[in-house]
């Protein structure tokens, strides 16, 4: 069973930063594709960028394209969302999961990830 852990949420200012960590358990993380989606109150969970297994591919969605970056530490079971100049429009809950074997490098669909972190809140107010 692989579990996942989200990590570094919080309430935040606009236009400031914040950077969510994902930790996964099991000895195959390096070999999976990994992905942050979104899903704020009232709508459906979105996607936000997501990373193929090595690193070298990276995708966003349209709105935190420019803004947000994703990275991965494959030493450490570990992926990072790096969030930048954040606009009230971001809160949501942030999750992270993992994209099943497939010959999509970076998915980017919720029916492609087969495990799911239990979220991580975060709050964009002034």
């Known amino acids: 069973q692989v579990q996942l852990v989200e990590s570094g949420g919080g309430l935040v200012q606009p236009g400031g930063s914040l950077r969510l960590s994902c930790v996964a358990s099991?000895?195959?993380?390096?070999?999976?594709?990994m992905g942050w989606f979104r899903q704020a109150p009232g709508k459906e969970r979105e996607f936000v960028a997501g990373i193929s297994w090595s690193g070298g591919r990276t995708n966003y969605g349209d709105s935190v394209k420019g803004r947000f970056t994703i990275s991965r530490d494959n030493a450490k079971n570990t992926v990072y969302l790096q969030m930048n100049s954040l606009k009230p429009e971001d809160t949501a809950v942030y999750y992270c999961a993992r994209g099943r074997h497939s010959p999509v490098v970076v998915p980017t669909s919720l029916n492609a990830m087969d495990y799911w972190g239990k979220g991580t809140l975060v709050t964009v107010s002034s």
């Open positions: 099991g000895r195959t993380f390096s070999t999976y594709p």
